[in-house]
């Protein structure tokens, strides 16, 4: 943990999940942490419009267009808490939890990073 900011530390995977403010569609990003840094391996979205269209490479499976971005291993993901919206959705080895349960509630920004 950090002052001002919290940070959060990665070991494995994690989906990190959440409902687009304006469509309520779900959207779900699948992270590994490797020693590279975190890697994108898939994103799931629900639906399309207000700015989150799914990649152009997605499929629809299932009711959700999934796509395998090929975006750089990132050294951290910085989450934004307004409290305007729900709360982000932290999925570990199929148990999920609202970010509120990881965090303490004013927690913002959360920087996930992996272990060291």
């Known amino acids: 943990m950090a002052t001002g900011a919290t940070v959060v530390r990665l070991a494995a995977a994690i989906t990190l999940a959440w409902a687009h403010s304006v469509q309520k569609s779900a ?30 490479d997605a499929v629809l499976k299932d009711g959700f267009y999934v796509a395998h971005p090929t975006l750089a291993p990132q050294r951290e993901v910085i989450l934004r ?29 959360v920087t996930l990073t992996i272990c060291e």
Do not use: F, K, N
Not at 27 to 56: F, H, I, N, Y
């Open 27 to 56: 959207w779900q990003e699948d992270w590994r942490a490797t020693s590279d840094g975190l890697v994108l391996a898939e994103v799931r979205v629900q639906g399309s419009g207000a700015g989150m269209e799914p990649p152009e």
């Open 81 to 109: 808490r307004s409290g305007a919206t729900a709360d982000w959705q932290v999925c570990i080895a199929g148990t999920c939890h609202s970010m509120a349960e990881l965090v303490p509630p004013d927690a913002d920004p």
